[in-house]
């Protein structure tokens, strides 16, 4: 092989190596395009998750919020109704406060406690207050379980006599003085049966007013 034949083989070689490469750099573009295709479509699917996680994510907050609003009412609501309906009582701080302050008059007239008719809760109150009355040592005479209205305030006041006034509003007094609510109400005369003179009567209506 004279030198022109070798020059002419290396010629060729060279073309056909740069070939290869020129084919090959195209080949790793045209690669690299297609992988950084997929790259850029699996961050866009990434993204795409993520934003829905994150919605998905807030509603959730959102949703337990207002479930959470949602049993504070409830759990306010049953607490009214337990107060609404839970039977009426004398705590041992206002029966003690209340007998201190009950001991301290010589009533001259006797007390009676009317409950509503047919209302035991009412006539369980009317007991527990005349019982603590007795503690006082006042004349309480058997409870009326006849009364057929009701009243505003927890108990009610009605005198047979204007000269019970003053007792009266002495009672009123006390009574408030410990938290049991107490006023004179106007009553119809045939409210309470079997009214007795010289009495003062203090009526017991329902708990839950109608």
């Given at each position: 092989?004279?030198?022109?034949?070798?020059?002419?083989?290396?010629?060729?070689?060279?073309?056909?190596?740069?070939?290869?490469?020129?084919?090959?750099?195209?080949?790793?573009?045209?690669?690299?395009?297609?992988?950084?295709?997929?790259?850029?479509?699996?961050?866009?699917?990434?993204?795409?998750?993520?934003?829905?996680?994150?919605?998905?994510?807030?509603?959730?907050?959102?949703?337990?919020?207002?479930?959470?609003?949602?049993?504070?009412?409830?759990?306010?609501?049953?607490?009214?109704?337990?107060?609404?309906?839970?039977?009426?009582?004398?705590?041992?701080?206002?029966?003690?406060?209340?007998?201190?302050?009950?001991?301290?008059?010589?009533?001259?007239?006797?007390?009676?406690?009317?409950?509503?008719?047919?209302?035991?809760?009412?006539?369980?109150?009317?007991?527990?207050?005349?019982?603590?009355?007795?503690?006082?040592?006042?004349?309480?005479g058997p409870t009326n379980k006849g009364f057929l209205d009701?009243?505003?305030?927890?108990?009610?006041?009605?005198?047979?006599?204007?000269?019970?006034?003053?007792?009266?509003?002495?009672?009123?007094?006390?009574?408030?003085?410990?938290?049991?609510?107490?006023?004179?109400?106007?009553?119809?005369?045939?409210?309470?049966?079997?009214?007795?003179?010289?009495?003062?009567?203090?009526?017991?209506?329902?708990?839950?007013?109608?």
């Amino acid at each position: 092989m004279n030198i022109e034949s070798s020059l002419a083989f290396f010629k060729w070689v060279l073309y056909v190596g740069m070939a290869l490469v020129a084919i090959g750099t195209i080949g790793v573009n045209i690669l690299s395009s297609k992988v950084d295709k997929k790259k850029d479509h699996k961050i866009d699917e990434l993204l795409k998750g993520n934003a829905t996680l994150l919605k998905n994510t807030e509603q959730y907050q959102k949703d337990l919020i207002e479930k959470d609003t949602r049993i504070q009412e409830l759990e306010r609501g049953h607490k009214n109704l337990q107060k609404l309906t839970a039977p009426r009582s004398i705590s041992l701080e206002q029966r003690k406060k209340l007998i201190d302050l009950l001991s301290s008059h010589k009533p001259e007239f006797q007390i009676i406690l009317a409950s509503r008719i047919l209302d035991e809760e009412s006539l369980n109150y009317a007991e527990t207050i005349a019982e603590t009355f007795r503690k006082a040592n006042w004349q309480v005479g058997p409870t009326n379980k006849g009364f057929l209205d009701n009243i505003q305030s927890d108990v009610a006041i009605a005198i047979t006599d204007d000269k019970q006034k003053g007792l009266a509003d002495e009672i009123a007094k006390i009574l408030n003085a410990v938290g049991i609510r107490c006023k004179f109400e106007k009553l119809r005369g045939e409210s309470i049966p079997g009214v007795r003179d010289n009495t003062i009567y203090l009526i017991v209506g329902s708990k839950l007013k109608k």
